[in-house]
């Protein structure tokens, strides 16, 4: 994100599989063990209404109703997501199991007592294999690559303002919201496949396509606590109890899409250890964007464009731009640690410049990549 969000072209660390599989194919070992990140949106609201000092006041209930009261706008918002991630990759073989949880809002009129939140967790795990195709000895090459990810999705019928509250205060009663709030949980096993056309002097030319096989079949639970006792066999609720009810089964498909990117990662030979440039221009989704007229902003919201420069193997500097956005980041490696952090913006509203909100992501690596 440091880099607009564009890389589909660079392979980097051990996890850029997930972005294109394709870069399984220069066969490097690289081991994350683990990857864990966050992301904090509308941190600047945060730190200007002391919502950081009332935690640490223990002035919880306040720090909720200031923390609603910034994602009480108008629409969809972000509130938090936490990322865990082990990959493995070795001899063109990729392997990736990762862990996510994002909390979602919304709100039809921009009012606190009307924002609702929706907790999401994904549990994925992911297969991929990547060759390489020599065309012209160090000249010339083609990259294939395929991924196959089995993924596990959970998120609950959208809970009130006054429930958060509550559960924060003390006051919200647990077992009923557990019992009383319905879930939905299932599985599908998106395939993604990429190409890479490697040309002279550090430049590449890669497309990938997204969620073929994207087809989720899911179970509507009564209550969260059904869920809980049926699929992990565990029981949440301090009596045991379960929501009133029964299950029903229903389908959803995510449409596949198709990204193009373009890299350029020269190498200077020993110049390297001082100074590495990487630049990265991505157009996502391009079956949406070619589908109606385009125009200046559908291109710039399908637009992801960055630049990286590694100073002495161990300093990564980065900005970008990201839906007309301006994107920063850094990166320190620290050899068996990398911790890296980046500041930009997303849009939430219908057009450009309606609804940006400001993210933070931070995030920490351990182990092998080289």
């Known amino acids: 994100m440091g880099m607009g969000g564009a890389g589909i072209a660079v392979a980097g660390t051990s996890d850029s599989f997930f972005l294109n599989p394709a870069a399984l194919a220069n066969r490097k070992f690289q081991l994350s063990l683990p990857s864990i990140g966050v992301t904090v949106y509308n941190p600047q609201?945060?730190?200007?209404?002391?919502?950081?000092?009332?935690?640490?006041?223990?002035?919880?209930?306040?720090?909720?109703?200031?923390?609603?009261?910034?994602?009480?706008?108008?629409?969809?918002n972000e509130a938090l997501t936490s990322d865990v991630a082990f990959s493995l990759s070795a001899g063109g073989f990729g392997l990736g199991i990762q862990a996510q949880e994002k909390i979602h809002s919304y709100s039809p009129d921009g009012k606190t007592t009307s924002t609702k939140l929706i907790a999401e967790a994904n549990a994925v795990a992911t297969l991929g294999y990547g060759l390489r195709i020599h065309i012209i000895e160090d000249s010339l090459s083609i990259d294939l690559g395929v991924a196959a990810r089995?993924?596990?999705?959970?998120?609950?019928?959208?809970?009130?303002?006054?429930?958060?509250?509550?559960?924060?205060a003390g006051t919200e009663d647990t077992d009923d919201l557990l019992n009383e709030t319905p879930l939905m949980a299932g599985w599908a096993v998106p395939i993604d496949a990429g190409v890479n056309v490697n040309l002279p002097l550090g430049f590449t030319i890669s497309t990938v396509v997204r969620n073929l096989n994207g087809k989720y079949h899911m179970t509507a639970y009564p209550g969260i606590s059904n869920w809980a006792k049926e699929v992990l066999g565990v029981k949440l609720t301090s009596d045991g109890s379960q929501g009133a009810g029964t299950n029903s089964e229903f389908e959803f498909t995510i449409p596949w899409s198709l990204d193009a990117g373009f890299g350029w990662a020269p190498s200077f030979g020993s110049f390297d250890k001082i100074l590495r440039p990487t630049v990265a221009v991505d157009v996502v989704d391009l079956v949406d964007l070619f589908g109606e007229e385009v125009t200046t902003e559908r291109l710039l919201t399908h637009l992801k464009a960055g630049a990286e420069v590694k100073l002495f193997s161990m300093l990564d500097v980065r900005a970008g731009l990201n839906q007309g956005y301006i994107t920063i980041g850094a990166g320190v490696d620290l050899f068996v640690i990398r911790l890296e952090a980046a500041y930009y913006r997303q849009e939430f509203g219908v057009q450009l410049d309606d609804k940006p909100v400001d993210a933070l992501t931070i995030r920490a690596n351990i182990g092998f990549d080289r």
Request: avoid cysteine; aromatic fraction near 12%; hydrophobic fraction near 45%.
């Open 45 to 76: 609201q945060i730190l200007e209404q002391g919502i950081i000092e009332d935690i640490k006041a223990d002035k919880e209930e306040d720090a909720a109703q200031k923390f609603l009261g910034i994602l009480s706008r108008k629409g969809f």
């Open 150 to 168: 089995f993924n596990y999705r959970a998120y609950n019928q959208a809970v009130t303002a006054d429930d958060f509250i509550g559960l924060v």
